[in-house]
């Protein structure tokens, strides 16, 4: 039988103390060099909670995936995605955010913990204008903590420097007709997925 740590102490008992790097790299706002980092990075993972349980969405732009309001503030626009709208149903009832900035070719990710809001605010929603389309809602968050994530978890997995996996790898489309027993036309779905994306990108 599998036994489990129930206890801080535990835990803490099996890892010892973080080394200095790790204790000193905390902000509790956006300081120039996290500023330089977080305005490179056009992609981030979003995690929120809600009362069914956490969520992680990918966010993409085309510049960088966020504005900064102030030194403790951000914003993050809601751009068209699946429209399940879990992340952001769960921050209308828990504030509680982290997101995960990437840059590709970088081993380094920098973190944010924080809360947020969600606003339908024009003249906010108008800064992230794309060809005529805005978003629907804006993500304003508050930053609480920022940091550096050491580069060995994508070191370990060599995430740039790999290439092209994904050959063999399920598509959308058999991912959906295996959930509907083969009722869904998941070829069809994929087949036409390259243009409805191109014509629904913002």
């Known amino acids: 039988m599998m036994d489990f740590l129930n206890t801080v102490e535990e835990l803490e008992a099996l890892y010892g103390t ?12 956006l300081t120039p060099t996290y500023r330089k980092w977080i305005m490179a990075s056009r992609f981030c993972v979003l995690t929120t909670v809600g009362p069914e349980g ?3 969405s990918p966010r993409g732009d085309d510049g960088p995936v966020v504005i900064e309001l102030d030194a403790q503030t951000l914003a ?40 947020a809001r ?33 580069a060995r978890a994508i070191l370990r997995a060599g995430l740039w420097a790999s290439g092209d996996e994904s050959r063999d790898l399920p ?9 509907t027993s ?21």
């Open 76 to 115: 993050l626009p809601d751009w068209r995605g699946n429209e399940r709208i879990d992340s952001l149903r769960n921050i209308v009832r828990d504030p509680r955010v982290s997101l995960m900035f990437m840059v590709p070719g970088s081993n380094n990710v920098v973190r944010i913990n924080g809360e």
């Open 18 to 29: 973080p080394a200095e790097a790790s204790q000193v790299k905390v902000a509790h706002h």
């Open 171 to 179: 598509t959308i489309g058999d991912m959906l007709k295996e959930m």
């Open 118 to 150: 969600l606003t339908a605010d024009e003249p906010l929603r108008t800064r992230f204008e794309k060809s005529g389309n805005l978003p629907r809602t804006v993500i304003v968050i508050r930053i609480h903590e920022v940091y550096s994530q050491c």
């Open 182 to 202: 083969g009722a869904f036309d998941g070829a069809t779905y994929d087949r036409d997925w390259p243009e409805r994306a191109k014509s629904t990108l913002w």
């Open 54 to 56: 956490t969520d992680g």
